[in-house]
């Protein structure tokens, strides 16, 4: 599932709608044909030649950042999910650390502000925990440049939104297409 939109409009409190919503799901298609896809459906949406650049969100699947590759735009910054980052830490390290005070560091500083705390709780732990903090560790410091959100990048752009609110949008997609066929 790939959700595209222009712009966020913030409605009361912390809600905010997505401004100029285009949402595409499908399942089991090959690479090349979902990356047609979703050129083709963005191309029909949105003038993709004034795009000057593109945020690629996701959960750090390697889907999500080459389902955009045949778009056109110059420039793409890919974005790992807060949602996702915070979950992965919890699940992994959230006995050990004080949780905020990592992640505070982590999205403003980047992966190399917390990278030794965290390689100090590796080999603590069942076998199962040390598991999940390697697997955590590692797909960090793989992805460590798509951590730090785009407004602390120091990107030339007046007006850096979040990515977040994407993971309500796309509950709430599976959700109206599962029980609008009666499934659950």
Known sequence: ?????????????????????????????????????????????????????????????????????????????RVLDPFHIKKSIRTAFGDSLPLREVFD????????????RLSDLLFTGSTSERRAKRHCYNCLNRRRDEIVPLSERGLPFERLGTMGCIESNIGKTIALCMKTRGCS
């Not at 996701?58 to 950042?65: E, I, N, S, Y």
């Not at 999205?107 to 502000?113: I, K, L, R, V």
Request: glycine share 8%; net charge neutral; aromatic share 8%.
């Open 1 to 77: 599932m790939a959700i595209a939109y222009t712009d966020k409009v913030r409605l009361s409190g912390k809600r905010k709608r997505l401004e100029n919503k285009l949402t595409l799901t499908a399942i089991d298609i090959p690479t090349l044909q979902r990356q047609e896809m979703i050129c083709n459906h963005l191309y029909a949406h949105y003038d993709m030649d004034a795009v000057k650049l593109m945020a690629v969100g996701g959960d750090g699947g390697a889907w999500v950042g080459s389902s955009f590759d045949f778009c056109g735009v110059k420039r793409i910054e």
């Open 105 to 116: 560091r982590l999205f403003h500083e980047g992966f190399e502000a917390v990278c030794d």
